[in-house]
C-alpha cells in the first residue's frame, strides 16, 4: 500500500471511530405517547382504581413531572405544536382539523433537525399535525410502523411509538360488559352519578390497561434489544380528558397531563432529581419539548421555538406560568384561554355566551355524555351538573386546583384572590403579544384576510398593519367588561375599518342588549359582524329584521356559514323559520355536522350522512 493512501485510509478510520465514539455519547429517545387521558386515569398519579403497572414502573425507575400541562385540550392543536415547537394560537393552526399553511421555509419541524444532527428519525404513526403545505411524513425516515432492526443498526435514534388504546373512540361502544368494576370509580363532581356513567369509566379503565400493555411491549423490547443502557424513554399523553368535559376543555382535566422521563446511569448528567423514582416539581409546557428534546441531543435548537428546555446542561430557567389555548372544536365555534402555575388556574372566555357544552357529533358518541344529558335534561342533574349545558355567563374564571381538583368552584369575584387574578390576567396579556395570539379573530375573518393579502397567518399576524395585535386585545377586554359606560366606545370600534375591532365592538354592544347597534351593523362587510348584529336584533325583539339578515347569510353560503349555523343553534326556538333553508343547502364538513344535527332538533328529517363526513366522524 502506497503511504499515501495509507494515510487517506487512516484518516477515514479515524473520522469513523470518532464519529461512531459521538453518536455513543448521544441518548437514542424512545417517545411513547398516547391519547387523550389526564393523570387521573394512571395508578402513580393518585388513582387507586388505575390499572396502568408499566406506566407506574417506569415512574419509579425515571422522573415523574407532576405539573406537565398541554398547551391545547385536543390533539392536532397540540400535535401542531409539538412537530414545530410553536404554539399553534401562534400560527393559525389552533382550530381543529383546519391544516391551514405556515411558511415552511422559514419553520422546519423538529425531526429535521434532528435529521441533520445524524438521528435516525421514526414515527409509529400519529402525526395530525394540522399544517397544510407539507405532507405530515414527509419529515421523517420512517414513518410507519417501528422498524426495530432498523433502530438496533442506526443510532443514534429518535422514535416515537403512539398508542390508540386510550383514544377518545375506545370509550365508545358497549359498557356493559367491563373488566374494570365500575364500583371502583372517582367520579368527577360534574357528572351525575348514574349506571352508564360509571360504566363508561370503567370502560375507559380497560382502555387504559390496554395502552399500558402497549407502552409494556414497547419497553420490554427496547431491553430485549440491549438498547435500553442508551436509551431515555419518555411518555406522556397528547393532551387530557377523555370522559365529557375534559378533553376539549381548558380546564385541569383537559391539559393536565401524565409527564414521565426514564434517563439510563450513562446519561446521569441529565437527571432533573437526585435519583430515579423522585417526582419531579418544575412546571413543564408541551410547547417546551421539541425545544427540550433537540436540546439534549445536542442538535441545533432554531430561535423560532417558543418553549423553555426543562431538561439538561442547557436548561432554562422554570416559567411562572403555562399558558393553554382552545379555538374551534369540530363543528362548534369557541375561543379561550388558560393560565396555570403549579395550584391555580385563570381561564379566560371571549365567547361567554354560549354553552361550555354544546353539541358535538363525535363526543355524543358515549354512552356518559347521553347519560349526562339525560339526567340535565330531565331535571334529575344538580347545579353544578346542569352549569356546563347553560351559557356561561363567566368572562374569567378561577380555581384552586389543590382545593378543587375538578374545577367548579369559580374563585374569580372572591376578594381574596385579587392579587392572583391580576398576576395571571396580566401575564396572559404578556404571552399573547409575546406569542402573536392569531385567536383575536373570528376563525373565518382570520383565514380570509391572510388570503386577501396572499400570506400565511403566521406570517398575517406578526405584521402590526395587517394585524394590530394590541388594539384587538384592548378591544376585546373592553367588550368582555360588559359595562354601559363603554358605549360610546364600542360604537366607535364598529365604525373603525379593522373589521376585528368592529367584531369586538359588535360583541360588546350584544352583551349589553344595544339594540341600536344591531341596526347599525347589519350591513356590515365582514358577515360575522352582521351575524352577530342580527342576533342581537333577534334576541332584542327586532326579530324580523335579524331572521332576514341570517337568511341572507344562508342562501347565499356566507363564508362565515359555520358560524352562522351555530348562532341558530344558540338561538334556540328563533331559528326554528330558517330551519327549511339550512335543509336546502348542500354542505360539507362540519357545516354538513351542524346540518345534520340541527334538522331534527327542529323536526325535519336530516340528510343521510355522507361517506366523508362518515369518516371524518371517525377522527378526533
Known amino acids: 500500500m502506497h503511504r499515501r493512501n495509507f494515510i487517506q485510509t487512516g484518516a477515514v478510520a479515524a473520522t469513523l471511530a470518532s464519529a461512531h465514539a459521538q453518536s455513543a455519547q448521544r441518548p437514542n429517545i424512545l417517545w411513547l405517547t398516547c391519547e387523550d387521558n389526564n393523570i387521573n386515569w394512571v ?11 408499566n406506566i407506574d414502573q417506569l415512574a419509579r425507575d425515571g422522573f415523574q413531572y407532576m405539573h406537565a400541562f398541554a398547551s391545547a385540550p385536543v390533539c392536532a392543536p397540540s400535535r401542531s405544536t409539538w412537530i414545530t415547537g410553536i404554539n399553534a394560537i401562534s400560527m393559525g393552526t389552533h382550530p381543529m382539523r383546519s391544516r391551514y399553511d405556515i411558511p415552511h421555509n422559514l419553520i422546519q419541524y423538529y425531526p429535521d433537525h434532528l435529521k441533520a444532527n445524524g ?81 363508561n369509566y370503567a370502560h375507559y379503565h380497560d382502555a387504559m390497561k390496554k395502552m399500558d400493555a402497549e407502552i409494556g411491549a414497547s419497553l420490554a423490547k427496547l431491553k430485549e434489544l440491549g438498547l435500553a ?88 430557567p422554570e416559567k411562572e406560568f403555562h399558558f393553554a389555548f382552545r379555538g374551534r372544536m369540530d363543528e362548534r365555534n369557541e375561543n379561550a384561554r388558560a393560565v396555570c402555575d403549579k395550584q391555580f388556574l385563570y381561564i379566560r372566555n371571549y365567547m361567554p355566551y354560549v354553552p361550555w357544552m354544546q353539541h358535538l357529533r363525535y ?39 389543590h382545593k378543587d381538583p375538578d374545577n367548579v368552584d369559580n374563585l374569580i369575584d372572591n376578594p381574596e384572590y385579587a392579587q392572583i387574578i391580576g398576576r395571571m390576567r396580566g401575564g396572559l396579556r404578556v404571552w399573547q403579544e409575546r406569542v402573536y395570539d392569531s385567536g383575536l379573530l373570528p376563525e373565518s375573518e382570520m383565514v380570509k384576510r391572510a388570503a386577501d393579502n396572499d400570506t400565511t397567518i403566521y406570517e398575517m399576524v406578526r405584521n402590526r398593519t395587517l394585524y394590530n395585535l394590541p388594539a384587538l386585545l384592548d378591544a376585546a377586554d373592553l367588550a368582555l367588561e360588559k359595562d354601559p359606560a363603554h358605549l360610546p366606545s364600542l360604537g366607535r370600534l364598529r365604525s373603525s375599518p379593522d373589521a376585528g375591532l368592529r367584531y369586538w365592538g359588535m ?12 341596526f347599525q351593523s347589519l350591513e356590515d362587510e365582514s358577515h360575522e359582524v352582521r351575524a352577530m348584529a342580527a342576533w342581537l336584533l333577534i334576541r332584542t325583539g327586532e326579530k324580523e329584521k335579524g331572521l332576514q339578515s341570517l337568511s341572507a347569510l344562508l342562501s347565499e353560503k356566507s363564508y362565515a356559514s359555520l358560524k352562522v349555523l351555530n348562532i341558530l343553534d344558540w338561538m334556540g326556538d328563533d331559528a326554528k323559520s330558517l330551519i327549511p333553508i339550512v335543509q336546502s343547502m348542500d354542505y360539507s364538513n362540519y357545516e354538513a355536522r351542524m346540518q345534520e344535527y340541527l334538522l331534527p332538533k327542529f323536526g325535519l328529517k336530516a340528510p343521510a350522512p355522507e361517506k366523508k363526513n362518515r369518516k371524518k366522524s371517525k377522527t378526533k
Not at 395508578?43 to 403497572?53: K, L, V
Not at 426495530?148 to 361502544?173: C, M, R
Not at 401524565?258 to 437527571?271: C, G, N, S, T, V
Not at 339525560?374 to 349545558?389: H, I, L, T, W
Request: net charge positive; charged share 25%.
Open 363 to 401: 363526543l355524543w358518541n358515549m354512552a356518559a355524555t347521553q347519560a349526562w344529558v339525560e339526567q340535565v335534561e330531565s331535571g334529575k342533574a344538580n347545579e353544578v351538573q346542569s352549569r356546563f349545558f347553560k351559557p356561561k355567563g363567566w368572562t374569567e374564571e378561577l380555581y384552586d386546583m
Open 507 to 518: 360583541v360588546g354592544s350584544f352583551l349589553l342588549d344595544d339594540q341600536k347597534a344591531g
Open 43 to 53: 395508578g402513580c398519579y393518585g388513582n387507586p382504581h388505575a390499572n396502568t403497572p
Open 229 to 316: 443502557k442508551n436509551t431515555i424513554v419518555i411518555h406522556n399523553s397528547d393532551h387530557g380528558g377523555v370522559l365529557p368535559r375534559s378533553k376539549r376543555y381548558i380546564f385541569g382535566s383537559g391539559i393536565h397531563c401524565p409527564l414521565i422521563i426514564r434517563i439510563p446511569p450513562k446519561f446521569k448528567a441529565l437527571w432533573p432529581a437526585k435519583t430515579p423514582g423522585m417526582k419531579v416539581d418544575r412546571l413543564v409546557s408541551f410547547v417546551d419539548m421539541p425545544k427540550t428534546w433537540l436540546s439534549i441531543t445536542g442538535s441545533n435548537v432554531p430561535g423560532y421555538m417558543q418553549g423553555n428546555i426543562f431538561l439538561g446542561g442547557k436548561t432554562e
Open 119 to 199: 438521528y435516525y428519525v421514526g414515527n409509529d404513526k400519529k402525526t395530525d399535525y394540522n399544517i397544510g403545505g407539507r405532507d405530515d411524513k414527509a419529515c421523517w425516515d420512517n414513518p410507519g410502523k417501528v422498524d426495530w432492526d432498523a433502530l438496533k443498526k442506526t443510532q443514534p435514534f429518535f422514535q416515537v411509538i403512539n398508542s390508540t388504546q386510550s383514544h377518545e373512540s375506545k370509550a365508545f361502544g358497549d359498557v356493559d360488559h367491563t373488566e374494570h368494576n365500575p364500583a371502583n370509580t372517582q367520579l368527577r363532581k360534574y357528572h351525575p352519578d348514574v349506571p352508564d356513567m360509571r360504566k
